[in-house]
């Protein structure tokens, strides 16, 4: 058995040596040493079939063996044999990158685009942005990139490069945020009589405001609280008279000056912070006040004008700076529950301010207490 087949396998190779001179191909390569006992055999019948044919040579191919593997961008080889050893080759496609999940580079913000990659395990790269996220407002200002989420609609003048808001134009919201800048320019100032008689509810103001003028907000009467960024300089007068339902205003910063009727006719003004840097309170600022119990006058002030708090009728402690010097008449006519006065000096101090007794029996009969 042993010998008859080494036999066979001798003639086979005998064959394939004699049939090789019938190709015509000059590049013969011998087939693969490597082949499986099977494939000699397949071969062997092969070889046989042709032998039992009348001379015409059949290719019988072997099975394809790679020579040379296909990369991510490349292509590969691969070839088979016949048994007379005629070749084929064929080329194995390019396997296309096998890229890993995404990572992230840089990430997207309400500004930017982000970046992610994703890298092959041939060391290919492959980037792609990521698509920009959406505005993280915080009390209508974005906390990443400064935006506002302002009111639409509004209307402007352009005065040295900045934008004057000054009136409602289509804007219908309930909260009226002032933008912080418009067309590409900073908003800087609320105009003379802008919002007068308006009925939003909320109002808020960017930090790019220095300037509110006169009559801005006036006769607003559903606005129910105001806070005054520290960016803002300039008080006209009048700004908020008559927002009947404002139960809540606070100045932030420091400003020029606190002018007449800045409050008048608030009459649920209960709770009020005034600015620093004023030296005087103006004329019929809290005239008929009527909620607000207690008022503390900042360091500096120097004045307080005629009629300033008349009629806040319920007004019964009131703080005041050393830096006092005048109080007008009327200034507290009608404060019928005053009862307390904080001064924030000595006694001594307190007699060389000039007040006029003209109706301010209230402030007159109050008592007062030294610092
Ligand atoms: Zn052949
Ligand atoms: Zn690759
Ligand atoms: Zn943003």
Redesign the pocket.
Known sequence: MKKSMMFLVFCAIGLMVF?SSC?TNTNVTPVATTETASETSVMSTTTTETMSDTNE?I??FGEWVTTKEPTCTETGEKERY?????KQTQTIAAQGHSFGAWNTIKKATCTEEGVQERVCSCGAKETSAIPMIDHHYVNYVCDVCGKVNASEGLEYSLKNNTYIVTGRGSCNDSTLVIPNEHNGKPVTAIGKDAFRGNSFVNLFIPDSITSIEYGAFSHSWNLKSVTIPASVTHLGDYIFDFCQKLEKATFMGSVDSFGQGMFYGCKALKEITLPSGITTIGDSAFLFCERLTSVTIPEGVQFIDSFAFCDCKNLSTIKFPSSLIKIDGYAFNGCNKLNTIWFQGNRSQWSKIAIDSDGNSPLIKANIKFN
Request: hydrophobic content about 10%.
């Open positions: 049939l190709s040579h290719h019988s016949c048994s007379c050893g005629e």
